[in-house]
């Protein structure tokens, strides 16, 4: 039974581009989440997806970042014109049950140069 | 924006001994407090979440105090071993709700 698979691990993006990070949740789970890490710092929600709907996007910068989980295929975290600011772990989770029982990717880990 | 603080911000143990990680919460709302622990390149990983209802839960080596009146909960990990060298994160958030607030992390070394 895979967990939740994050890809690419590594991502290397010049400044102005776009990132478009994936994350396949536990099959069965229904609920997505994306959360930032910075260097040295805790994780940080950024967003809370159901299958084709963003319930949550209260953590999400209002401009350039975006998410969607379509009925079919992967979440997506769409970053547009990425800045050297946005260079952190994107890590990807999926529960059950909203809260209780998250279960994290090992991340993507996002390289603005 | 409501935190979670975590101290200490990094722990040496010695092998055997007891590792004590303290977390203050300010959302008496939540009901919901887990530990996550974290291995360099991977996700964090859940180890252990009690609920404002117990006092205490113990998994193994692992055991969550939580203190509902000082609003504080710690993880301590009795018998430290290498194998628990990792970072390891507090949070709170709701039951029913949608996200989890995190603490800044411990970063713990158990020497051998």
């Known amino acids: 039974n895979a967990g939740v698979m994050q890809n690419p691990r590594h991502l290397v993006r010049r400044r102005g581009q776009e990132a478009r990070l994936r994350c396949s949740p536990v099959k069965g789970h229904s609920h997505v989440y994306w959360y930032r890490q910075l260097p040295e710092e805790g994780l940080k929600f950024m967003v809370y997806l159901q299958k084709e709907n963003i319930i949550d996007e209260s953590g999400m910068p209002k401009e350039r970042f975006s998410a969607e989980f379509p009925k079919e295929g992967p979440s997506i975290l769409r970053i547009q014109q990425v800045v050297r600011g946005d260079s952190a772990a994107y890590f990807c989770?999926?529960?059950?049950?909203?809260?209780?029982?998250?279960?994290f990717g090992s991340g993507t880990r996002l390289t603005v140069v | 924006q409501q935190q979670v603080k975590q101290s200490p911000q990094s722990l040496i143990v010695q092998k055997g001994g007891i590792s004590i990680i303290n977390c203050a919460y300010e959302?008496?709302?939540?009901?919901?407090f887990p530990w996550y622990q974290q291995f360099p390149g991977k996700g964090p990983a859940l180890l252990i979440a009690?609920?404002?209802?117990?006092s205490e839960k113990k998994e193994g080596r692992f055991t969550i105090s939580f203190n509902k009146s000082a609003k504080q909960f710690s993880l301590h990990i009795m018998d430290s071993q290498p194998g628990d060298s990792a970072t390891y994160f507090c949070a709170d958030g709701e039951t029913s709700g949608s996200r989890l607030t995190f603490g800044e992390g411990t970063q713990l070394t158990v020497n051998p």
């Open positions: 009690i609920r404002p209802d117990v």
């Open positions: 989770a999926s529960s059950p049950n909203r809260v209780h029982g998250y279960t």
């Open positions: 959302n008496t709302a939540f009901d919901y």
